[in-house]
């Protein structure tokens, strides 16, 4: 005799965005109990989205609102995934609740406050404990190569570096918006050097103004050329800006990307003095 395995539900929802056309899209599994790593990743293959979300039961100990979770991109498991984690705890809340979640995720422990506001959610992470470190001059030659960058075109403010808040991202900041636009980068190479070093995406910036940044994020590993909004990889620039200097240890970042797809987001990074950890929160809303 055979049995029919039930399908689990998928739904989709976008996050750093009000509205279904904008932010980063995810899909969100809210129960993958008896899902294999085979099936979670055909999932979000099917997809396409850069990566999607499934919750699984929680470590001991944790408390109430609390849920393990994994992320796939459509080619592999990713560590940590800021813009699936808003929202998964957007679509938690749409069923049990504004308040305090908590995700175990593989790099860590990470709370998630979800707020309404005008009836709308908006859901705020907390990272894991970051890190900065430098790239290698020949590596960063690399980078370049691969992107089509001449050094001229870097911003000499911010230096490159990698940085983690979950995930590893290297940090450029382009001297101009006209150079952050002009995006078209030898996949192959860029991807070959990201899976040497161990990086989620590369986190291009271009500061427009004190606390304002626009961003953009390649993502070859994944197997899309371009992230929409990154939460993780902006919960890493947070922490790259606040150690080199480049804001004060107290500040409210906005951080906007998606523009150059046709998607635009915004992020929201909130620095604590005191505090090592970055805070990055947005809108997010069900698609469909």
């Not at 957007?90 to 709370?111: D, M, N, Q, S, Y």
């Amino acid at each position: 005799m055979t049995t029919n395995t039930p399908k689990p539900e998928v739904l989709h929802y976008t996050a750093f965005s009000s509205t279904p056309d904008g932010g980063n899209p995810a899909g969100v599994v809210l129960d993958a109990t008896g899902l294999g790593d085979d099936e979670m990743l055909a999932i979000a293959a099917g997809l396409g989205y850069s990566e999607s979300a499934f919750l699984t039961a929680p470590p001991e100990g944790l408390g109430g609102r609390a849920y393990g979770i994994r992320y796939f991109s459509p080619r592999a498991e990713v560590p940590f995934c800021g813009h699936a984690t808003v929202a998964t705890a957007v679509a938690l809340a749409e069923r049990t609740g504004p308040g305090e979640l908590v995700f175990a995720t593989r790099a860590g422990t990470v709370p998630v406050e979800v707020t309404e506001v005008d009836g709308a959610l908006r859901a705020t992470l907390t990272s894991v404990e970051p890190r900065v470190e430098e790239i290698a001059a020949a590596d960063l030659t690399e980078a370049l190569a691969a992107l089509g960058w001449p050094p001229a075109d870097l911003d000499p403010d911010f230096p490159p570096r990698i940085a983690f808040a979950g995930a590893r991202h290297l940090v450029l900041a382009a001297a101009t918006r006209a150079r952050l636009a002009d995006l078209a980068y030898d996949f192959a190479r860029l991807e070959a050097l990201m899976h040497r070093l161990d990086l989620t995406t590369v986190q291009l910036v271009w500061r427009e103004s004190a606390d304002v940044f626009h961003v953009r994020n390649p993502f070859p590993v994944g197997g899309v050329v371009e992230d929409p909004a990154t939460g993780a990889a902006a919960a890493a620039f947070g922490a790259y800006a606040r150690e080199l200097g480049l804001v004060p240890a107290d500040a409210v970042l906005t951080l906007y990307q998606g523009a150059d797809l046709g998607r635009p987001g915004e992020l929201t990074v909130t620095l604590r003095a005191g505090d090592p950890r970055v805070r990055v929160g947005g809108a997010g809303t069900r698609i469909g």
